[in-house]
Each structure stands twice: as C-alpha cells, then as structure tokens.
C-alpha cells in the first residue's frame, strides 16, 4: 500500500482559488455532489445523493441543464474535473485539482522506502556504466549490499567523477551527477510504488492457480476459473510492459541523465497510466485480502468480482487506459456460478439526465427533480 500522511488542510480562502474545484453555480452545493467515472466504458458523470441513492447526469447535461455558458469558469472547471478522474477516483466541489494537472507532479505520495530502492537502482546502474558490465540483483536486500560492498563505495565515487566528466562538468563536481539522480529518483520512486502494487495481481494469479485445484471435483467453478487465468494474464501483461519500458528507458542511466527532462516526461506518463489501471484494479484487489485457498463465501465473492472485472475488461484484448476511442466492453454472460449482492450494487444506477434546479435557470426541460434542495 501506498503511505499516505496524515496532513491537516488549511483554512480556505475566500473567493475562487485557481488550485481548487471553486465552482460558483448552486447545482454544485448539493448533497454528496462530485464528479466520477460511470459505466463500463468509464465516461465522467456528475452524482448527487437523491433518497439515499445517486442521481447520475452526464456532463452535456448538467451544463445545459444549469445554463453553464462555454468558456465559463465553471465550464472550465468542469472540464477539469473530468480530466482528474484520471488521477483520482472522485472529485467534489472544493477539492483541490490534482497536481498531475497543474505541475504534472504526482498527487499521492510513497513511502521513504520507495525513493530509496529508485535511487539505489540508479546507482547501481551508474556503477554497471562504470564497469562495463552489468551488476544483477534480484532484491531491496541485493541492491543494499552491493553499494554497502567497500569495493563499490569506490567504484561510484569514481563513477560520479567520470559522469560529471561526460555530462560536461569538471571530475571535482560530482554533486551535479548527484542532483541529477535525486532528480529523477523523485520521479521513479513513484513507479517502484506502483510496482509493488502491481505484484497485487501476481498474488491474484496465484490465488486462481491455487483455486483451479480446490475446485476440481467442481466442473462450473473450475471452468470459470480456467477462465480467469486466461484473461487475468492479459491484465498483468499491460502492467509489466509498462513497467519494463521504464526499466528500459532508465537503464542506460548516463543516457537518462542527459536528456533528464524527456526522461521525466516519460516516465510521469507510465507513472500515470500505471496509476489509473491499478485504480480500477483496487476494488478487485480488497477482494482477496486475507483470505485462505479455501472453499468460503468469500472466495466465492472473491472469484465473482475477479470474473466480473476480467470479463468486462479483458474478453476483447483492449488495454484498460481510458481514451475517448474506447468503446464499451460486451462482457460475456454473467458468471452465474458465483454470483453475489455485491454484483447488482456495482452496476449503478441508471443515469438521471432530468436533474434540474428551478432557481437556476427558467429554461424549458426535463420535469424538476423536486428532491434536490439548493442551499441557501
């Protein structure tokens, strides 16, 4: 899991803040109103809480509904807001707009642990640079022994002289080779969080591999199962190449502190599709947590959130990246054999396209939706 701090807000300024979701209209003042992504084809919608349910408006709607003007900070701000799903699984009025839209930074943060594997691993490739030949590990463990080896201390101070040398410094500043490589281990250290993260799905394939065994004598589990394993390596693959093509990127490490800025670029782009992929890999991955390889009622709701989630996103070898090209899934027919609650709670609501507030705007439309109360 990902550390999160635990960081106390600040007071809110009065007025419009450009670093803030500050929209002006009342619709946005509503009971539970946010911005989220609906459907199997994950289009951003505008939900308000209405009798203890959601009440779902897509975008063109709301901004017709409520006579939001093109060009309108409002306007703006809600294109804003569906371009942050991305980043975020939901964004309410008053929240602040994530940092990947405004710097291109990261709005999460890691562990001290994850900065020190990215930046232990640009070392040991600066040492690979030096040598000529590439040093191998297989763990955090690996990469701590190497650089603690008295022989390597030598070997990268060494390294920091003939980098700075071939970055066009002097042998005696090394501390600008240095800079550099804090630089972009502030940016990797994202991916090696995201990396463990995705090892989460590795688990998941064990589990199946587990489970066709316990569900042997059991000819519908089994296939299901079978299944599974089938599409859930289609799942792993994406998140592996996306990782490797980091690795690739940085390996030649000289080569990535040359062109540092593309480097970053790159790596800020695979550090945000990896990011919204394991998004939606959250829900599925709660699932398994701290469960036995046994026959259980929550195996059962394990194995039919995992069928539901591969189905729908893998059956036609599209990647999960969302892109305006993305069409829905047609997912094959419902895993009966483990179905549960939880399956009917995840399809939603249908979308409420008539939310309309009679003291913003006098337009005809769709009857008013008498529940939704403004704010005075």
């Known amino acids: 899991m990902i550390d999160t701090p635990e960081v106390s807000a600040p007071a809110a300024p009065a007025g419009p803040r450009n670093t803030h979701f ?61 371009a942050g799903l991305q980043f975020v699984p939901d964004i309410k009025p008053g929240d602040e707009i994530p940092n990947e839209l405004l710097d291109g930074s990261a709005s999460w943060t890691v562990a001290r642990r994850h900065k020190q594997i990215a930046r232990d691993k640009l070392q040991v490739q600066l040492l690979s640079w030096m040598s000529g030949a590439q040093v191998s590990y297989a763990s955090q463990d690996d990469l701590k022994k190497i650089l603690d080896s008295d022989e390597n201390k030598k070997a990268l101070k060494d390294a920091f002289g003939k980098a700075a040398v071939a970055l066009g410094y002097k042998a005696n500043e090394s501390e600008q ?53 089938i599409l859930i390596v289609k799942g792993a693959h994406e998140l592996r190449d996306i990782l490797d093509n980091v690795d690739a990127e940085t390996a030649d490490v000289l080569g990535a502190l040359m062109s540092i800025d593309a480097v970053i670029k790159s790596v800020r782009k695979a550090r945000d599709e990896l990011h919204y992929i394991l998004m939606e890999w959250d829900p599925v991955m709660a699932k398994w947590q701290n469960l036995n390889m046994v026959k259980s009622q929550e195996i059962d709701r394990a194995l039919a959130a995992t069928y539901q989630f591969l189905a ?34 995840e399809k939603g609501p249908k979308p409420y396209a008539g939310l309309k507030l009679p003291e913003d705007s006098k337009e005809k439309g769709p009857k008013a939706y008498s529940g939704l109360k403004t704010p005075k």
């Open 312 to 345: 729908q996103r893998f059956s036609t070898g599209k990647s999960m990246m969302k892109s305006k090209s993305r069409a829905a899934v047609s997912a094959p027919k419902a895993y009966s054999g483990l179905k549960t609650p939880e399956d009917d709670k």
């Open 177 to 229: 080779v240095l800079d550099r490589i804090e630089t972009l281990a502030r940016e990797l250290c994202y991916i090696e969080a995201l990396r463990e993260r995705a090892q989460e799905v590795v688990k998941i394939q064990q589990n199946l591999e587990a489970l066709a065994k316990v569900y042997g004598g059991d000819l519908k589990v089994s296939a299901d199962i079978g299944r599974m394993k």
């Open 22 to 82: 500050d929209f002006q209209a009342k619709v946005f003042q509503a009971p539970g109103a946010c911005f989220m992504l609906k459907g199997r084809d994950k289009q951003p919608m505008f939900v308000v809480e209405i009798s203890g349910g959601q009440g779902i408006v897509s975008l063109a709607d709301l901004r017709k509904a409520f006579s939001i003007a093109p060009g309108s900070p409002d306007d703006k701000l809600i294109d804003r807001a569906a």
